[in-house]
């Protein structure tokens, strides 16, 4: 399958402010069917905001679009959809209670008769052909409710598809799969530029820029900051492109004294797994890695731990102390705290200005009798936004208008606030850029060297291996096993992952 | 203040300025101490149903609790001789404990607070007109307990008690609200609960007491409304008073989704919602049209709000870019920077 006609499309002299920031100053971009360019820049940079711009979903305050060389002023998401630009959002909008050919023609079903009765077998029809497209290995009578993140993405691939896509916008879209479903998902990417489809992409991580993007641009401070070609896309070269330097030393491998556990967990089962038992521990100073597919059950272990799932038996115990079960009020004042892995709807209140977010848990130590002393919050908020170099117009701002790697740092800045002393972090560099993940892993490195122990859920096979002192394998909700730093290798990992 | 409260003021001050205009007996002081009386009865329950809102609940059982607590607040005093301030007491005990109730059916069973408290109006409601036998509860006590009289429906240099009360439980309410953990803690669960949970909040614990904070404020309610009336009708006592309280809250910019809201807002919420009664009563249109005219003023209110928010974004988006236009340094002055700050 090839598209017919391939789409021409040339941003120039985009500007878009938000209040307090200017997000895009003068950008240009230009990209042609048959291609797969890369974008890429800090934390911030307007990424996002540029893909909003072609996608329809933000009007720019200035600047022209040339679409098959006719100027447009600006998309409405209408236009954008009927003119083949389709933008997968980096927080799908799958609805799980339709099955997932309804989800694909989503607001074009295929009806039968003069009622408008839904004809389910002609929408299963139209929609197998595309999912065989995208290598889905699900049916399109599947429930939606039960794919995986890395088919939902898929679903919505499969979506933009459906509608005759000529551009193809994605927007982090690897950010929660794992390393097998990336692959899969870069060949698509790849499979789809040969049919002739344009794919703009956006990733932090500069590996699969390599492998699959043909053009790499780069924006800095919304601006752009220059463009590479396909024989120049190289790591470090994109780095110093991205933050203007070298981000120098990523890991730092330390050597730490076996130190007394701080955090132990005793036959802990969860309610996914309840069969399962996991035996832990984490020492004061050390970094352990908690490795595994996904589905694992390694996040469903942090809840159970840090008390927001009930635990189906066993003891949590922080500093030799048992935890009461279910008590998150009880885990913090013990000194675990929890950075969880979907920051939206568990670590942030998005219509919360920044101060209030980064002060909320600490707010017992900010007042007296209950009454918040505005100052000591103030100062707080302060300190926490240079100690992470949050970058907001001011604290008062709401989160939501942050971009996406601040918001990340917004969510460790509450937690690094409380002093804690067994920090369990679950994707903790999700979304975040080069430089700011140097800098949270420097972060890590600083609290272990404190003597706090953390707990590091990641997928990132090269962050388990780059920052543990020690990786725990999870499979189906056991600990497959635990490798030290010396056998430290993917396929180690992998070997026991899969089980 | 915010913005949203000072645009409220002015409409506030603007209504009042015109009823004032068409007929200065508004400005007389007989009318004004009446109004102010209104303001202090109908802005207890206001504030009260504000503490639920904030946590995205609602109370609709509002009016029938000052139905049921104000007819077993009679009873108490004039059938069973118990003293009033133990009355009070009681009736206030009975508030926390419905207020316990609504808030564990919410959070342990998980009902929906509207459904809830939907079935709390019509239970109290038939019990208030069951314990009655649908007749009047009535009393000419006012003559044998002066002192209850005179606390409750008293004036003090001409200002009615009612409307001190409301100052002094808005002025505490006011800082719960916004000086608070407390406080902190109800915008918390009314935006996210899930991340209040995360975040070590129990949301429970905070949805309850919001609920218990309401009843209780709404029994106190019924006590001045029980010495205003002096006879209490149980089929229509209170009747709609849940929908008076969620206007003022909304007109004051509450978000019935939870977690906004400030106490300024209900506050003059309640003044502009008495200022349209009487602006009914004194400019002559008939009184049927009061609730019409109550909505229409409501709806304006909040549709004004909406767009005067956008036109303000547009304004500042425009002010931004011509000061980029012009130059660079000029953005910097304006705080606008790249990306970068
Ligand atoms: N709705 C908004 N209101 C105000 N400011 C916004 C809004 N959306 C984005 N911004 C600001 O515009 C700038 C660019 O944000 P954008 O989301 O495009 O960054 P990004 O490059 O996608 O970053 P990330 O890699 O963290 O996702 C940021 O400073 C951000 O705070
Ligand atoms: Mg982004």
């Known amino acids: 399958m090839t598209v017919k006609n391939p789409i021409a499309l040339t941003l120039s002299g985009v500007s878009k402010l938000y209040p307090g920031v200017v997000a895009l100053e003068d950008v240009g971009l230009s990209i042609r069917g048959g291609e797969v360019v890369g974008l890429i820049g800090e934390n911030g940079a307007g990424k996002s905001t540029l893909m909003r711009v072609l996608g329809g979903a933000t009007a720019p305050d200035r600047g022209s679009i040339e679409l098959d060389g006719e100027s447009i002023a600006a998309l409405t998401p209408a236009e954008a959809t009927a003119r083949g630009i389709a933008f997968v959002h980096q927080e799908l909008n799958t609805f799980t209670n339709l099955d997932v050919a309804a989800n694909v023609l989503l607001g074009r079903e295929i009806t039968r008769g003069p009622l408008g009765v839904l004809d389910r077998r002609a929408m299963a029809r139209a929609v197998e052909p595309i999912l065989q497209r995208v290598g889905a290995r699900f049916g399109a009578r599947d429930s939606a409710f039960e794919l995986s993140l890395a088919d939902q993405q898929l679903l919505e691939i499969a979506r933009a598809l459906s509608m005759d896509a000529r551009l193809v916008i994605l927007d982090e879209p690897t950010s929660s799969l794992t390393l097998s479903e990336t692959q899969r998902l870069l060949e698509v990417i790849a499979q789809l530029r040969d049919e002739g489809v344009a794919i703009l992409f956006v990733s932090h991580r500069l590996a699969e820029i390599e492998q699959v993007a043909d053009r790499v641009i780069v924006l800095r401070d919304g601006r752009n900051a220059g463009e590479l070609g396909r024989g120049e896309i190289e790591k470090n070269r994109m780095v110093r492109m991205m933050i203007g330097r070298d981000v120098g030393q990523f890991y730092d491998k330390r050597d730490h004294d076996a130190h007394a556990p701080v955090l132990q967990l005793r036959d802990v089962a969860t309610s996914t797994y309840p069969d399962a038992r996991v035996n832990l521990s984490v020492k004061a100073g050390e970094i352990l890695g908690l490795a595994g597919l996904v589905g694992a059950g390694r996040t469903e272990l942090a809840l159970a731990t840090f008390g927001i799932d009930a635990r189906r038996g066993g003891e949590v115990l922080v500093n030799g102390v048992p935890l009461p079960p279910r008590s998150v009020a009880q885990s913090i004042a013990m000194g675990l705290c929890l950075l969880p892995e979907n920051r939206k709807e568990h670590g942030l209140f998005l219509d919360f200005a920044v101060s209030e977010n980064v002060t909320l848990p600490s707010l017992a130590r900010l007042s007296r009798r209950g009454v918040v002393d505005r100052a000591a919050e103030r100062g707080l908020a302060e300190t926490s936004q240079q100690r992470l170099g949050i970058k907001v117009a001011s604290l008062d701002r709401a989160v939501a208008e942050l971009s996406g790697g601040n918001q990340q740092k917004v969510v460790l800045a509450k937690w690094l606030a409380m002093g804690p002393k067994v920090l369990i972090l679950d994707e903790p560099t999700r979304g975040i850029d080069v430089g700011a993940k140097a800098e949270v892993y420097r972060l890590m490195q600083d609290l272990a060297n404190a003597g706090v122990g953390i707990l590091m859920i990641s997928s990132d096979m090269e962050e388990v291996i780059g920052v543990s002192d020690r990786v725990a394998v999870m499979c189906n909700g056991a600990i497959a096993g635990i490798l030290s730093s010396r056998d430290l290798t993917e396929e180690s990992i992998l070997r026991l992952a899969v089980g | ?341």
């Open chain 2, 1 to 341: 203040m915010q913005k949203k409260d000072v645009g409220l003021l002015v409409l506030v001050l603007v209504v009042g300025a015109v009823v004032a205009a068409i007929n200065p007996r508004f400005l007389s002081p007989i009318n004004l101490a009446n109004t102010a009386n209104l303001i202090g009865l109908f802005g207890l329950f206001s504030v009260a149903e504000a503490f639920v809102i904030v946590t995205g609940g609602i109370e609709l059982s509002v009016g029938s609790v000052i139905a049921l607590l104000g007819v077993i607040f009679v009873d108490l005093i004039v059938n069973h001789d118990v003293p009033w301030p133990l009355a009070t007491l009681i009736v206030i005990c009975i508030g926390a404990v419905m207020g316990v109730i609504h808030g564990f059916l919410i959070t342990r069973l998980k009902l929906q607070p509207f459904v809830v408290t939907l079935c709390g109006l019509l239970i109290y409601r038939g019990i208030a007109r069951f314990y009655t036998a649908d007749g009047t509860a009535g009393f000419s006590f006012g003559d044998s307990f002066p002192m209850l009289e005179w606390v409750v429906s008293g004036r003090t240099g001409g200002v009615p008690h009612s409307i001190m009360a409301f100052a002094v439980v808005a002025a505490v309410a006011w800082f719960t609200l916004h000086r608070t953990v407390f406080g902190r803690h109800l915008f918390a669960v009314g935006k996210n609960e899930e991340a209040a949970r995360y975040a070590g909040i129990d949301s429970t614990r905070v949805i309850v007491l919001a609920y218990v904070i309401c009843l209780v404020l709404t029994a106190v309610s019924a006590v001045f409304f029980a010495m205003y009336t002096r006879s209490i009708q149980p089929s229509s006592h209170g009747n709609f008073y849940e929908l008076y309280g969620i206007a003022a809250a909304v007109l004051g910019g509450f978000s019935l989704r939870g977690g906004e809201g400030s106490i300024i807002g209900v506050v003059l919420g309640v003044v502009l919602l008495q200022e349209l009664q009487n602006l009914v009563n004194l400019l002559g249109i008939p009184s049927s049209l009061n609730f019409a005219v109550m909505g229409s003023v409501i709806l304006i209110g909040v549709i004004a709000d909406t767009q005067i928010d956008r036109y303000r974004q547009r304004r500042r988006q425009a002010l931004g870019l011509s000061m980029l236009n012009a130059d660079g340094s000029g953005a910097g002055e304006l705080g606008l920077t790249g990306g970068k700050q």
